[in-house]
Every structure is written in structure tokens, then in C-alpha cells.
């Protein structure tokens, strides 16, 4: 049974950081790519950051030179470091995996709350 389990959502004053991890467990395969999606209330679900097995990083424009990804093989968990946190950046955060063979998986989310 895949499971993919967020955490470190939270409420956060603008202008400050939160740290999101994502582990992933029981898939018994090479994971080849992790990514975050969020989605606030009322807006379609986006892409935040990804992250493929050969360590290529990419990031929505809005977030770049403030979230920073990365990644612990070893215990097969990724990482979101969120800075200078903004209102805007109020969503739901979910980590998504893709699995050699057997395909993509998601968490169940994470709020993220940035007060002004």
C-alpha cells in the first residue's frame, strides 16, 4: 500500500517560513519524480515545485527565490522550505509521487495559513 503523508503545514504570519515534509512508504519501487501541488479555495490545484529523480528542480514562477525543494533518498522524503511567506501562498499543499511501474500517487494535503 503506497502512502504518501505531509506535514508541517500551519498557520504563519506573512513574511515568515514554514517547512513542509512529504514521506513516502510501501511502494516497493524507484520513485522517479516528486513534486508539491496546492490549491487554495476556489482556484484549480498548481504545480509549486518538482523535482525528477535526476535532481532536475523546477518552480512556479511565484514561488521561485522563496520555496526552496529537496530531497532524502535515503528516507525517501522531500522537503519544501517556504520563506517570505505571503497571503497568497494560503492553500492546501499536497505532494504527489511518481512510481517506476505502478504510477502516480498523492497525499492527503496539507493547510498552509499566512496571515497579514
Known amino acids: ?4 503523508v505531509e506535514s508541517g503545514g500551519g498557520l504563519v504570519q506573512a513574511g515568515g517560513s514554514l517547512k513542509l515534509s512529504c ?6 519501487f524507484n520513485i522517479k519524480s516528486m513534486r ?3 490549491q487554495a479555495p476556489g ?5 509549486v515545485a518538482a ?11 511565484s514561488v521561485r527565490g522563496r520555496f ?3 530531497r532524502d533518498n535515503a528516507k525517501n522524503t522531500m522537503y519544501l ?14 505532494c504527489g509521487a511518481s512510481f517506476q511501474y505502478i504510477g502516480d ?3 492527503q494535503g496539507t493547510q498552509v495559513t499566512v496571515s497579514s
Open 51 to 61: 523535482l525528477t529523480s535526476g535532481d532536475n528542480i523546477d518552480y512556479a514562477e
Open 23 to 28: 514521506r513516502a512508504s510501501g511502494g516497493g
Open 36 to 38: 508539491w501541488h496546492r
Open 43 to 47: 482556484k484549480q490545484r498548481e504545480l
Open 68 to 70: 526552496t525543494v529537496s
Open 81 to 94: 522550505q517556504m520563506n517570505s511567506l505571503e497571503p497568497e501562498d494560503t492553500a492546501v499543499y499536497y
Open 1 to 4: 500500500q503506497v502512502q504518501l
Open 105 to 107: 500517487y498523492w497525499g
